[in-house]
C-alpha cells in the first residue's frame, strides 16, 4: 500500500515516533527482562549496585557456576531452533500424526511431549556435550557470564512450590471449563434475544462487573467458614466447609468473570449471522439443536479468546484466592505473598524473584502462542461495547 | 426467541451470578449492621502457687468466652445499627480535624487515607492511560509493517502479566540499593529510598498502573485507527489542515467510542485498586479502599477478623463505585431508548 503523497512525514516526526516506539519497548520489557536475569544469579550479584554486575554476575562466576562464550552460542542457538520449530514444524507433526477428529486433544500431547523433549536436550544432552567441549577449548571454553540455577531447584524442589503450581492449574482449569460452559450458552441466548429483559441483564452484569472483589468475599467468608454448620440441615453429617476447598474458590471465581464472560461472547455471537441458526431452525432444529449442532462448529475462535481471559483472571488473582484458601491449598501467586513476609535473607529475596519469575514463564508463553487471539479480544470487546 | 427458551440458555449463568454476586451483596448489607462476639463472662478464678507453711492463693476476676459441649466458642450476634460505619467512618475525629483545619489530621484515619488514595489514583491515571496509550498506537501506525507484530508482542506482556508480580518487578528495581535508585543516587549525588515515605511510593504506582494498562488502550486505539476514513483525513489534507489538526479534529473524534470505553474500564479497575499495595508492600504509607476492607478480612494475631468493619467498609466502596457509574450507565440507558424508538 503506498501512502498519498500529501500523507508523507518529515523525517523529524518519522525519528521522534521510532525513538518514542523504542522507548516505550524499552520500558515495557525490562522490568521483566531484569528480574528474568536477577534470578540467575546468586544474591550479591542479583542486588549488585552496577547493573553490568547484575547482568555478568561475577561472584556467581565465581562460585563456580558459569557460561562459557561456546555455551551461550550454543545455548541461544538451540533456543531460537526449538522456538522456530515450535511455531513452523510442530503444527504439521501434530496435523500428521493425530486422528483427525481428536485435534485438541493431539495438541496437547504434541506440546507436551515437545515441551519434555525440549527440556533433556537443553537441560540434559546440551551440558554433557559442552561440558566436553568446555575441556577442551581453553579460552573460548573459560566461563564469562555467571549463571545459576540454584534458586529454582530451592524453589521448586525444597519449597514445594510444585504444590502451588498444581494447585493454580487446578483453579485455571476448573474456571476455564465452567466460565466456558455457563457462558457460551448465556452469551449466545443473549446474543439471540432482543428484549429488554436481556438488555437488563446486561446493565445488571456491568454492575456487578464494577464491584470490587473485597466486597463479594466479605460475603462469602463467613458462610464458607461456618458453611458445615448452615448446610448440615440440608446434607447432613457430612456437610462440607467451604473455606479452602479449591471447587468453592473455582465456583466463585467462575461467578465474579461471568459478567465479562457474557459480554464478550455475546459480541462474538452477534458477529454470527443470525441466518445460520434460522436455516437450521427451518429444517426442524430446535434452538438447543441449533446451537450445538450449527453454532458450536464455528464459535471456537471466540470461545478460545475468552478462555484466554477467563485463564488470567483464575491465574492473576490475588484477593480472593490469598483469603477463601488455607495454607494447604494455597495457588502461587498469594503463596509468593508468603515469601516476601519471611523474606529475611538476600538468599530468600532472589528465590522470591525465581517464583517470580515462575509465575511468569507461562504468561510468557500464552502471549507467545495466541497474540493474535488476546488482540482480537480486546478489540472485540471495544467496538462492540 | 421464546422466554422458556432464553431462560433455559442464560439460566445457569444467571444462577451463579445470583447466587455468589447479588447473595453476598446481600448478606453483606446485613452484616454491616451486625456484630458478631463471642459470649463472655465473668468468672472468679482462684490461683495458688505454691508457699512456705502455706499455699499463697489469689483470687481474681477473670472474663472468658463461654464454650459449649465442644469446646467452641458461642457467638452472638447483636444490632448495632450504624456503629460499624462510625468506627470505620470516625466521623468525630474527621469533624475535629475538620475544626483545626488540619489535612495531616483528616490523613491519619485510614478510611479517609484510602479514599484520597483511590480517588487520586483513579483521576490522576486515568488521561495518562489514554494519552499514552493514544500515542504509542499513533507510532506503531507509523512504523513499518514488520516491525509491528513484536512490537505489539512486547507490549502485551505488562498487560497480561500477573499485578502483583508485575508491581514486584518495579519493586525490586528500585527497593533498598536497586539498580535504578543506585543510578538515580548517582545523577543527584543525594541519598534517595523510594519506599521510605508515601509520595515515592504513589508515584511508582502511578507509574505502574500506566505501565500495566496502557497496552490494552494501545491495541484498542490501534484497531480503532484502522479504520479511520481515508478520505476524510485526505480532504482534511487539501483543507490545509496541519497534522496537528488532524489528529484533534479527525481522528480523535473518530476514535471517541473508544476513548470512553477505555474511561469507563479504567474507572472500574482503577477503583478496585489493590494488588498494587500488595506488590509495593505500602500498607504503611498508602492504602486503597480495597485493602482496607482486605486488611479487616484477614484474622489478626488472636484469629478474628472484623467482619462487621470489613462489611462496612465494603458497601461504603459499593457506594463509591454506583457514583462513578451513573453518569455512563444514565448514557446507556438514553441510547437504548432513543434506539428503541
Known amino acids: 500500500?503506498?501512502?498519498?503523497?500529501?500523507?508523507?512525514?518529515?523525517?523529524?516526526?518519522?525519528?521522534?515516533?521510532?525513538?518514542?516506539?523504542?522507548?516505550?519497548?524499552?520500558?515495557?520489557?525490562?522490568?521483566?527482562?531484569?528480574?528474568?536475569?536477577?534470578?540467575?544469579?546468586?544474591?550479591?550479584?542479583?542486588?549488585?549496585?552496577?547493573?553490568?554486575?547484575?547482568?555478568?554476575?561475577?561472584?556467581?562466576?565465581?562460585?563456580?557456576?558459569?557460561?562459557?562464550?561456546?555455551?551461550?552460542?550454543?545455548?541461544?542457538?538451540?533456543?531460537?531452533?526449538?522456538?522456530?520449530?515450535?511455531?513452523?514444524?510442530?503444527?504439521?507433526?501434530?496435523?500428521?500424526?493425530?486422528?483427525?477428529?481428536?485435534?485438541?486433544?493431539?495438541?496437547?500431547?504434541?506440546?507436551?511431549?515437545?515441551?519434555?523433549?525440549?527440556?533433556?536436550?537443553?537441560?540434559?544432552?546440551?551440558?554433557?556435550?559442552?561440558?566436553?567441549?568446555?575441556?577442551?577449548?581453553?579460552?573460548?571454553?573459560?566461563?564469562?557470564?555467571?549463571?545459576?540455577?540454584?534458586?529454582?531447584?530451592?524453589?521448586?524442589a525444597e519449597n514445594e512450590f510444585y504444590r502451588n503450581f498444581l494447585n493454580s492449574m487446578l483453579v485455571t482449569a476448573g474456571v476455564v471449563t465452567i466460565s466456558l460452559t455457563v457462558g457460551t450458552l448465556a452469551g449466545y441466548g443473549l446474543a439471540r434475544s432482543g428484549s429488554d429483559l436481556a438488555f437488563w441483564l446486561?446493565?445488571?452484569?456491568?454492575?456487578?462487573?464494577?464491584?470490587?472483589?473485597?466486597?463479594?468475599?466479605?460475603?462469602?467468608?463467613?458462610?464458607?467458614?461456618?458453611s458445615s454448620e448452615i448446610l448440615a440441615p440440608i446434607f447432613g453429617e457430612g456437610a462440607p466447609t467451604l473455606y479452602g476447598q479449591p471447587w468453592a474458590v473455582i465456583a466463585v471465581l467462575v461467578s465474579i468473570n461471568q459478567p465479562f464472560t457474557i459480554w464478550m461472547l455475546r459480541s462474538f455471537f452477534q458477529n454470527i449471522p443470525a441466518e445460520l441458526d434460522e436455516a437450521a431452525r427451518v429444517d426442524g432444529c430446535s434452538h438447543f439443536q441449533a446451537f450445538r449442532r450449527v453454532i458450536m462448529p464455528v464459535m471456537?475462535?471466540?470461545?478460545?479468546?475468552?478462555?484466554?481471559?477467563?485463564?488470567?483472571?483464575?491465574?492473576?488473582?490475588?484477593?480472593?484466592?490469598?483469603?477463601?484458601?488455607?495454607?494447604?491449598?494455597?495457588?502461587?501467586?498469594?503463596?509468593?505473598?508468603?515469601?516476601f513476609n519471611r523474606e529475611t535473607t538476600t538468599t530468600d529475596q532472589v528465590e522470591a524473584v525465581a517464583a517470580a519469575v515462575s509465575i511468569t514463564a507461562p504468561l510468557f508463553l500464552l502471549v507467545m502462542v495466541f497474540q493474535r487471539q488476546i488482540v482480537s479480544g480486546l478489540t472485540a470487546g471495544a467496538v462492540k461495547g | 426467541m421464546k422466554f422458556k427458551t432464553f431462560a433455559a440458555f442464560v439460566g445457569p449463568s444467571v444462577f451463579m451470578m445470583l447466587l455468589f454476586i447479588a447473595a453476598p451483596l446481600v448478606s453483606v448489607f446485613i452484616q454491616s449492621f451486625q456484630v458478631t462476639q463471642p459470649i463472655l463472662e465473668q468468672v472468679e478464678v482462684e490461683t495458688c502457687t505454691p508457699g512456705f507453711l502455706t499455699q499463697t492463693c489469689t483470687t481474681e476476676i477473670k472474663t472468658v468466652p463461654i464454650l459449649d459441649e465442644n469446646g467452641k466458642m458461642i457467638t452472638e450476634t447483636q444490632w448495632v445499627g450504624l456503629q460499624s460505619y462510625r468506627n470505620v467512618l470516625q466521623m468525630d475525629k474527621f469533624w475535629a480535624a475538620v475544626g483545626n483545619g488540619s489535612w495531616n489530621q483528616i490523613m491519619q484515619i485510614d478510611f479517609w487515607k484510602a479514599l484520597r488514595f483511590t480517588l487520586s489514583f483513579t483521576l490522576l491515571t486515568l488521561p495518562l492511560v489514554i494519552g499514552v496509550g493514544l500515542a504509542i498506537a499513533l507510532a506503531v501506525n507509523n512504523a513499518t509493517r514488520s516491525i509491528r507484530g513484536p512490537i505489539i508482542f512486547i507490549s502485551l506482556l505488562p498487560f497480561i502479566i500477573t499485578p502483583v508480580i508485575g508491581s514486584l518487578s518495579i519493586y525490586w528495581l528500585f527497593?533498598?540499593?536497586?539498580?535504578?535508585?543506585?543510578?538515580?543516587?548517582?545523577?543527584?549525588?543525594?541519598?534517595?529510598?523510594?519506599?521510605?515515605q508515601a509520595w515515592t511510593i504513589e508515584l511508582l504506582m502511578y507509574f505502574y498502573r500506566v505501565w500495566h494498562v496502557a497496552p490494552f488502550a494501545f491495541v484498542i486505539f490501534y484497531a480503532g485507527l484502522q479504520t479511520v476514513n481515508m478520505d476524510t483525513l485526505e480532504s482534511a489534507v487539501i483543507d490545509g489542515a496541519s497534522r496537528w489538526e488532524r489528529l484533534r479534529h479527525v481522528i480523535v473524534p473518530h476514535l471517541m467510542p473508544l476513548i470512553i470505553f477505555i474511561a469507563l474500564i479504567h474507572l472500574m479497575d482503577c477503583y478496585r485498586v489493590f494488588d498494587e499495595i500488595v506488590g509495593f508492600r505500602s500498607q504503611a504509607h498508602v492504602i486503597s479502599l480495597q485493602w482496607l476492607?482486605?486488611?479487616?478480612?484477614?484474622?489478626?494475631?488472636?484469629?478474628?477478623?472484623a467482619m462487621s468493619r470489613a462489611s462496612a467498609s465494603s458497601m461504603l466502596t459499593m457506594i463509591g463505585i454506583v457514583i462513578l457509574l451513573i453518569l455512563p450507565l444514565r448514557r446507556t440507558w438514553r441510547d437504548h431508548k432513543g434506539s428503541a424508538h
Open chain 1, 1 to 156: 500500500m503506498s501512502t498519498p503523497k500529501a500523507m508523507q512525514q518529515p523525517l523529524v516526526l518519522r525519528l521522534s515516533s521510532g525513538t518514542f516506539l523504542a522507548i516505550w519497548c524499552l520500558l515495557a520489557a525490562f522490568p521483566i527482562f531484569w528480574i528474568a536475569v536477577m534470578s540467575f544469579k546468586s544474591p550479591v550479584d542479583a542486588f549488585a549496585d552496577s547493573a553490568w554486575d547484575v547482568i555478568l554476575g561475577p561472584a556467581t562466576r565465581a562460585g563456580g557456576d558459569g557460561l562459557s562464550v561456546l555455551d551461550v552460542i550454543f545455548g541461544l542457538v538451540v533456543l531460537y531452533f526449538a522456538i522456530r520449530w515450535a511455531f513452523t514444524r510442530l503444527p504439521g507433526w501434530v496435523r500428521h500424526y493425530c486422528p483427525p477428529g481428536l485435534i485438541a486433544l493431539g495438541w496437547l500431547v504434541g506440546a507436551l511431549v515437545y515441551a519434555i523433549a525440549f527440556v533433556l536436550i537443553f537441560l540434559g544432552l546440551l551440558p554433557m556435550i559442552l561440558g566436553a567441549l568446555n575441556g577442551i577449548l581453553g579460552p573460548l571454553g573459560t566461563p564469562v557470564l555467571g549463571m545459576t540455577t540454584e534458586h529454582y531447584v530451592a524453589v521448586w
Open chain 1, 202 to 226: 446486561l446493565i445488571v452484569a456491568l454492575v456487578f462487573r464494577a464491584l470490587p472483589h473485597s466486597v463479594l468475599v466479605a460475603g462469602y467468608l463467613p458462610v464458607f467458614i461456618n
Open chain 1, 300 to 339: 471456537w475462535p471466540g470461545v478460545i479468546t475468552t478462555g484466554l481471559f477467563s485463564f488470567l483472571l483464575g491465574y492473576n488473582d490475588f484477593l480472593v484466592t490469598a483469603l477463601l484458601l488455607d495454607a494447604q491449598n494455597q495457588t502461587m501467586v498469594p503463596a509468593i505473598a508468603g515469601y
Open chain 2, 175 to 196: 527497593v533498598g540499593d536497586g539498580i535504578l535508585t543506585t543510578m538515580m543516587e548517582r545523577w543527584t549525588g543525594t541519598n534517595i529510598s523510594m519506599f521510605a
Open chain 2, 293 to 305: 476492607t482486605f486488611d479487616f478480612m484477614t484474622p489478626d494475631d488472636a484469629g478474628n477478623r
